[in-house]
């Protein structure tokens, strides 16, 4: 980023090290900064606050300890206050004592004493306030200016590359809101260490809401009960990467979750679809939600009264569930983001779903797909902490699975880059009539593989894929473990 006193050529600083707000010694701030557009300006900052807050230290060290996760040493503007609040933080941080004499020692060794101002100056800090109770009024007022003065000099970047034109609008954009973002999410105050009190108090209310919800699922239900207990669900901030080669599934079985959630729980989705139009989404959950054969409901040769009822029950479900499609092609996680954060609900989002991982577009190119997707799979992640929302990303696997046979290995991930690692769950779709044994009996019957679960068991899970209404139903077995066949005339009021 370009500091705002790189801007004028009247600005420059005097002490090399210093914060790019600090100015010289001579004066409290520095001279104003030029503004492109409305000439010169003074940044934001309130001396009388900063003051305030470092004669409060000077009167009781212990106040360091509550504020110190609020400002630092570059949450001042003038750079003498910066100076004494570093001085200050160290002898804290040596367990020595805080007064006059002890930070005029300590300004005279770093050689820095006469440029603060002297001990009439420290003694005027110290005037300035009768106690410390103030502390933390003090350095909120600080925090402020200081993140205040951040977004300026975020902004006055952005316009500087965009007046130069010489990045992608793509990167400028990302770069944009990512200066942003990164001061809105440190706007707050650090971290602190939490009593484990609190914790179990979390955990109970934790328990107790999820004992309230069907099957005690702590996450977003898939709506198949074999995945669900294994998962408990989709969790929050997780990626699932849910893979397998073409033609055997993979947008039917994102929609079935999707339709499970939103139709039937209430949870809003957003489906990014980089490869079918939403039409043709729409199409598919309609079939599946009304249980209409999709090639009929396609020619509208509907023949019987039942598929119109069916028809119109299912349109009336859809239209009452939260479900949002984007079907951008070529789609970005700047795009995305951009989208879900413009997303007006009621609930915050409870699952997001993106129909490829390989077709998505990034703000800049590779030299090779592999780095491209491990780019995408890292920020898929981060999409998924950000929206405390699990992401379901599907995913192509390579053709290393129909040359060699058997299941696919979490190797066979195409153009895998860091997605392994990145992921919480990973799950395959195989399917022995398509990419197995020649003559099974087990026609339609698909094996869920879960390979990797960061946070609990691995395993399988059979469904049935009914292929006339493009939708997944659990398989029920004997006592003797052969299959019976499922009914796939399911009631539309499980989904």
Do not use: C
């Amino acid at each position: 980023m370009i500091p705002l006193d790189q801007l004028s050529s009247s600005s420059k600083q005097k002490y090399k090290g210093r914060s790019k707000y600090g100015g010289n010694y001579e004066s409290y701030d520095r001279k104003p900064t030029e503004d492109p557009l409305r000439g010169p300006r003074i940044p934001p900052q309130d001396l009388e606050s900063e003051k305030a807050l470092l004669g409060s230290l000077l009167l009781s060290s212990d106040a360091m300890f509550d504020i110190a996760d609020v400002v630092n040493s570059q949450s001042f503007y003038a750079a003498k206050h910066q100076i004494i609040y570093e001085v200050i933080e160290d002898l804290v941080n040596r367990k020595e004592p805080v007064d006059i004499l002890t930070v005029s020692a300590a300004l005279r060794e770093r050689k820095e004493f006469d440029q603060i101002g002297g001990a009439s100056y420290l003694s005027d800090l110290l005037g300035l306030v009768g106690s410390a109770s103030n502390v933390k009024y003090y350095a909120q007022i600080v925090r402020k200016k200081e993140l205040l003065r951040k977004l300026i000099e975020a902004t006055t970047h952005i316009g500087e590359i965009a007046y130069e034109e010489t990045d992608s609008l793509e990167s400028i954009l990302e770069e944009s809101e990512k200066s942003i973002y990164e001061i809105t999410t440190k706007g707050g105050t650090s971290d602190r260490l939490i009593g484990f009190n609190e914790l179990i108090d979390e955990t109970w209310s934790r328990i107790e809401k999820m004992s309230e919800k069907e099957g005690g699922m702590r996450g977003t239900p898939s709506g198949f009960k074999d995945l669900d207990h294994k998962l408990s669900g989709f969790q929050p901030s997780d990626l699932i990467i849910l893979a397998a080669r073409p033609s055997v599934g993979k947008t039917s079985l994102a929609l079935d979750f999707a339709r499970n959630a939103a139709v039937k729980h209430g949870i809003p989705v957003a489906i990014f679809s980089l490869e079918m139009s939403k039409e043709q989404l729409v199409d598919r959950m309609l079939s599946a939600q009304s249980q209409v054969d999709s090639w009929k409901l396609r020619t509208a040769k509907l023949s019987l009264d039942e598929e119109f009822e069916r028809l119109q029950q299912g349109m009336h479900e859809l239209m009452r569930a939260p479900i949002f499609v984007d079907d951008k092609a070529a789609n970005t996680i700047l795009n995305m983001r951009s989208t879900l954060r413009r997303l007006n609900t009621d609930k915050p989002i409870g699952l997001i779903i993106v129909d490829y991982l390989q077709l998505m577009g990034t703000s800049k190119s590779y030299d090779n797909m592999v780095n491209q997707v491990t780019e995408i799979s890292r920020s898929l992640k981060a999409l998924a902490k950000e929206f405390n929302a699990p992401v379901i990303a599907l995913s192509q696997l390579s053709r290393a699975v129909e040359s060699r046979g058997g299941k696919p290995r979490l190797s066979d991930l195409r153009d895998s880059g860091s997605i392994e690692q990145d992921a919480d769950v990973v799950m395959f779709i195989h399917r022995e009539d398509k990419y197995g044994t020649e003559g099974t009996e087990r026609k339609n019957i698909v094996e869920i593989l879960i390979e990797k679960h960061r946070n609990g068991p691995t395993g399988m899970v059979e469904l049935y894929f009914d292929d006339k209404k493009t939708s997944f139903v659990s398989v029920e077995k004997s006592e003797f473990g052969d299959f019976s066949m499922p009914n796939v005339s399911v009631n539309i009021q499980d989904f």
